[in-house]
């Protein structure tokens, strides 16, 4: 049959056609019908072709792929699709429709395109002072949907429903000494989770002064070392004034050792460290639990 299309300006077929506001009419061709975009989830290793449409009888048909999957007939109307790993790869696979008329070839095409299943990464785990808020700007969410963190404590998210909150925990976050966080995605392809631990400890002052002989030594770099806990093991660093004195302002409790290094660019000097080296194995061990502002350096000749 054939059909014809018009366009109006009113609903009412009387009104338009006593006011004139109505377009010409348009013939519309026949035509085959591959289907529209489609997506499917990674994870589904076959696609139904049942949406197509062929006007013409008599007339042959031939599916074809621009990627490297297979039909299972491809001279049937109505088949299924196998993505090949190349379509998985680029994303995407166009296939197409050809109808033969013994006058005319038609060519009708759509994408089919394959979606991941979500993926989240919370963060590491991370230790935060006392009375300190966390943004949680290490976690990563892709191809979802949804996105939605939760709580096992009773703090609250500025909101859990973006990738990156912020997170303020609540009284009993502190007491329990930690809480766990759990970032959720969800998707048309899955739903997944990943949970990261936030540790509470107090944190302190601690300062003092670098002596070169009987002279406060200024600019030297002063290391301090956490070395009582292999799950955060901390390496900070301050550089020392005019007076040669130095503060940490926040160190989280616990053991520490330090050490003094001189200012590298004025001695020519060139001086490499590491956290776990022998270098430390004459350090004082310093048990901060509360504020300490005289601790006494000396370099060593």
């Not at 019908?33 to 009888?57: M, R, W």
Request: charged share 20%.
């Amino acid at each position: 049959d054939e059909i014809a299309v018009t366009a109006s300006s009113e609903p009412t077929k009387s009104v338009v056609g006593n006011l004139g506001y109505e377009s010409p009419y348009a013939f519309a061709k026949p035509y085959p019908y591959a289907g529209s975009d489609t997506a499917i989830c990674k994870h589904e290793d076959v696609f139904h072709l049942q949406d197509a449409h062929n006007p013409f009888s008599p007339s042959q048909i031939i599916w074809m792929t621009d990627g490297d999957g297979f039909f299972t007939n491809p001279l049937q109307l109505s088949t299924s699709y196998y993505p090949g790993d190349g379509d998985f790869e680029n994303g995407w696979v166009r296939l197409s429709l050809k109808i033969l008329t013994a006058t005319e070839e038609y060519i009708e095409s759509f994408r089919l395109i394959f979606k991941d299943e979500p993926y989240v990464f919370a963060g590491a785990d991370t230790l935060i002072g006392v009375d300190s808020t966390v943004w949680l700007q290490s976690a990563l969410a892709l191809h979802y949907d949804q996105l939605q963190w939760y709580s096992l404590g009773d703090g609250v998210f500025s909101d859990p429903s973006t990738q990156n909150p912020v997170y303020y925990p609540g009284a009993m976050d502190y007491n329990a000494g930690g809480v766990e966080l759990i970032l959720q995605a969800q998707s048309e392809c899955g739903n997944t989770q990943d949970t990261i631990r936030i540790y509470f400890e107090s944190v302190y002052s601690l300062g003092g002064t670098v002596w070169n002989g009987n002279s406060p030594y200024r600019g030297a770099k002063v290391l301090a070392l956490r070395v009582d806990s292999e799950s955060f093991k901390f390496l900070s660093a301050v550089r020392t004034d005019d007076l040669g004195r130095f503060v940490f302002p926040e160190l989280f409790s616990g053991i520490y050792v330090l050490q003094a290094i001189p200012d590298t660019l004025i001695a020519g000097l060139s001086s490499i460290y590491y956290a776990d080296a022998a270098v430390w194995d004459q350090a004082h061990p310093i048990q901060l639990n509360a504020r300490i502002e005289d601790v006494d350096l000396k370099l060593k000749k």
